[in-house]
């Protein structure tokens, strides 16, 4: 079992940045492909990025892609999603997740972390 906490959300003005971070206990990370979802009020939960096991790349969603970043330190046990050009749209609670298997969606999380909010003004 592996526990997830996320923290770094906050407010943030359009065109701004901000840093979260997904930190797990219990197990190490290295055994799980990680990802980061955000889910804005009255709307489905997305997938946003994810970081594959055993070396296994990363890929974006096309809202977010050269504008975020993930990446992984296994040796700490931190996953991290650094948001650049930040806009309104990019409001909401984001969540760290992980799985055993080797490409994440929603439908193959085992582990969810709390969330953090992200809100951005315009």
């Known amino acids: 079992q592996v526990q997830l906490v996320e923290s770094g959300g906050g407010l943030v003005q359009a065109g701004g940045s901000l840093r979260l971070f997904c930190t797990a206990s219990g197990r190490s990370i290295g055994s799980y492909t990680m990802a980061w979802f955000r889910q804005s009020s009255g709307k489905e939960r997305e997938l946003i990025s994810q970081?594959?096991?055993?070396?296994?790349?990363?890929n974006y969603a096309d809202s977010v892609k050269g504008r975020f970043t993930i990446s992984r330190d296994d040796a700490k046990n931190i996953m991290y999603l650094q948001m650049n050009s930040l806009k309104p749209d990019d409001t909401a609670v984001y969540y760290c997740?992980?799985?055993?298997?080797?490409?994440?969606?929603?439908?193959?999380?085992?582990?969810w972390g709390q969330g953090t909010q992200v809100t951005v003004s315009s």
């Open positions: 970081t594959r096991r055993d070396g296994g790349g990363t």
């Open positions: 997740a992980a799985t055993v298997s080797y490409n994440l969606d929603l439908n193959r999380v085992d582990f």
